[in-house]
């Protein structure tokens, strides 16, 4: 087994994975749930949680407490960046990222942006980068801009998304759910790699939350790379806890819901 397989097999259990991302702070800020990342980072280990996401001054402080697995993301924007608020930027090295004591990156690319091609061009080179280090790579597929192009897509863009991470040298991708098993089954059977769903925007409907992650897995998705959803609760572990269990163990939604009221 290489060096970037091990990696992936402590990221991806079975195949599968609960990744928790956590780098919203530095697009946004002050935001509910991010106050102490220390505890957070802690609880998310205790919430079988299989990997965290975070932006690499983050990861260097997670390193020297006892959590999940790390992935350092090296793409960021900022709310107040106008009309490049969606341009994500490279803001680090994969031998930067394994230096602060993460075992694999992540890079986005908002397909249908203005600013697509830039970003297309930064994940080549983080691509050529994990290649060469061993490193396995997280590619945050969105399907969202003004240039997107969807008449007869049933996937609104988020199959060529996936296809285009796979097809630039992403190990994993994280994309949007596209409303229904069948079109996300259109996404995953493009890819032979892992397909985790994002949760989106908080959403108090845990029930439906749930219900969806496992529609996703019936449909051929690997997990969930979820922030919001979980770090805005008010038991980021127990949420944590409620995806592992449905990712992992294959626990019905209703029942993982029940253990979070």
């Not at 087994?1 to 530095?26: C, F, I, S, T, Y």
């Amino acid at each position: 087994m290489g060096e970037k397989e091990a990696r992936l097999g402590k990221l991806l259990p079975n195949g599968r994975g609960v990744w928790v991302p956590l780098d919203h702070g530095a697009s946004h800020y002050p935001l509910s749930g991010l106050e102490d990342m220390a505890s957070l980072y802690r609880s998310l280990g205790e919430g079988n949680a299989d990997a965290v996401i975070a932006q690499k001054g983050v990861v260097s402080h997670f390193s020297t407490l006892s959590g999940p697995p790390l992935v350092a993301h090296l793409s960021v924007s900022t709310i107040h960046g106008g009309e490049r608020s969606d341009d994500k930027v490279v803001v680090g090295s994969v031998e930067e990222a394994l230096s602060r004591g993460a075992i694999a990156v992540s890079v986005q690319v908002n397909v249908g942006s203005l600013h697509e091609a830039e970003m297309i061009t930064r994940m080549g080179y983080v691509s050529e980068q994990c290649q060469r280090q061993g490193v396995p790579l997280l590619g945050m597929m969105y399907a969202k801009g003004a240039n997107l192009q969807t008449e007869g897509d049933a996937t609104n863009g988020v199959a060529h998304a996936v296809r285009l991470g796979w097809e630039l040298g992403c190990d994993v991708v994280k994309t949007q759910w596209t409303g229904s098993m069948e079109s996300f089954e259109i996404v995953t059977s493009g890819v032979p790699i892992p397909v985790l769903v994002a949760g989106g925007e908080k959403d108090d409907d845990i029930l439906g939350l749930l219900k969806m992650v496992k529609q996703s897995i019936l449909a051929g998705g690997a997990g969930v790379c979820m922030g919001r959803q979980v770090f805005s609760h008010h038991d980021p572990a127990a949420f944590a806890n409620a995806l592992h269990e449905v990712v992992q163990c294959g626990v019905g939604p209703r029942e993982a819901a029940e253990k979070l009221r």
